[in-house]
């Protein structure tokens, strides 16, 4: 699982446009476009904002009835998806 400290970092030319009911994110380089969920929305937001992992479960507890295993368990698993298309990169926390 990806460390609680890490950051998520959004590549470039990547772009997101809230809508009314949806989020949608648009990779320019690859001109694919991708439809959020409200919670996806919400890790995306935070993401942006540069807040760590952690820092995003928290929002998320704050939001929705889940545990905060199950909260790192679904955003670890999101964060991976992200990667795989290309769209953000795992600033990982390095412990001094």
């Known amino acids: 699982m990806i ?3 890490s ?3 959004i590549k470039e030319n990547i772009y997101a446009s809230k809508g009314d009911n949806n989020f949608i994110i648009l990779d ?3 001109e694919t ?3 959020l969920d409200t919670t ?3 890790y995306w937001d935070h ?3 540069n807040y760590t992992v952690e820092q995003v479960i928290d929002v998320v507890l704050k939001h929705f009835d889940v545990t905060k295993p199950q ?3 679904d955003i670890d698993e999101f964060i991976q998806s992200l990667s795989n298309a290309g769209l ?3 600033d990982p926390y390095v412990r001094t």
Do not use: G, T
């Open 40 to 42: 996806a929305a919400i």
């Open 88 to 90: 953000v990169r795992v």
């Open 33 to 35: 476009y991708f439809s």
């Open 3 to 5: 460390d609680l400290q």
């Open 7 to 9: 950051r998520i970092i």
């Open 47 to 49: 993401f942006s904002e």
């Open 71 to 73: 909260a790192h368990k």
């Open 28 to 30: 320019m380089n690859s």
